[in-house]
């Protein structure tokens, strides 16, 4: 380090000059790996952590699901506003998410386990990864997407305008979409923009199973809402008779 300063070296320049340097290794790093706007990790740093949950998933047990979350009203704010505007609602977004993940794991074995693994991710202008481990099947995965999406949908204030993000996430789940971090991304991606493309979901399983599920819960849903509203519901009251005194002890509501 003394052959690039000038002679007889001065203790206190070399000591500024190292932790200059080393403070400009910590700022590159940080730039490499995690965005700048939100603080959160990049794409490269998201991947190694969704290899690392992968990996661990034996040890922690459940399932490893991975949201693609697209916030489309990002890049419209960006294109028919202003940037500051996007800015605020992308800083918003990831606030939720963080939010989210730290709930998820909260008070569980999970809090403790892969803490250095990133859990929330900036992944594009509109685009955000959100990794979660130890959900115990199809259905948990569900709820959680349904969590976000209600989580997300909350109007964020941007002082002038107030804006209502309606996100779509696509899911891929491990090991059933794959076990590794590109197979599962690329799942994700392409359920994503599924779940775009249709007008009654805002979430999509990159498995065909786990759609067919998903699809038959939200027509039955529908259905009744549906039926609820022309009043074609009809409620009857059936009585539970105890045969050893003959005698009505309770009712059964039927729809």
Same mark, same amino acid.
């Given at each position: 380090a003394t052959d690039f300063l000038s002679k007889p070296v001065d203790e206190s320049e070399l000591v500024l000059r190292l932790r200059n340097t080393l403070a400009f290794q910590q700022y590159h790093t940080r730039m490499t790996n995690f965005d700048a $706007?939100?603080? $959160?990790p990049n794409q490269p740093l998201f991947h190694r952590g969704i290899d690392e949950m992968v990996t661990r998933r034996a040890i922690v047990g459940g399932v490893v699901a991975l949201f693609s979350v697209?916030?489309?009203?990002?890049q419209q704010l960006r294109e028919s506003m202003d940037q500051a505007s996007a800015d605020r609602l992308v800083k918003a977004?990831?606030?939720? $998410?963080?939010?989210f993940a730290i709930s998820v794991h909260t008070g569980s074995a999970l809090a403790t386990s892969n803490e250095r693994a990133p859990r929330v991710a900036r992944l594009g202008h509109a685009q955000f990864g959100l990794l979660i481990e130890g959900l115990r099947d199809a259905e948990a995965v569900e709820l959680a997407a349904q969590r976000v999406i209600a989580l997300l949908s909350e109007p964020v204030d941007l002082g002038l305008h107030e804006v209502g993000p309606k996100p779509w996430i696509g899911i891929s789940v491990a090991p059933a979409d794959g076990d590794n971090a590109e197979i599962l991304r690329k799942g994700a991606d392409l359920a994503a923009t599924q779940a775009s493309q249709r007008a009654t979901v805002q979430y999509e399983f990159a498995?065909?199973?786990l759609n067919a599920q998903s699809l038959e819960k939200l027509t039955l849903g529908l259905q009744l809402r549906k039926a609820a509203g022309r009043g074609e519901l009809r409620l009857h009251y059936q009585p539970k008779v105890n045969m050893r005194h003959n005698r009505v002890y309770g009712m059964e509501a039927l729809l």
């Open positions: $706007l939100t603080g $959160l697209h916030v489309p009203e990002c977004v990831a606030r939720r $998410l963080q939010r498995s065909p199973e």
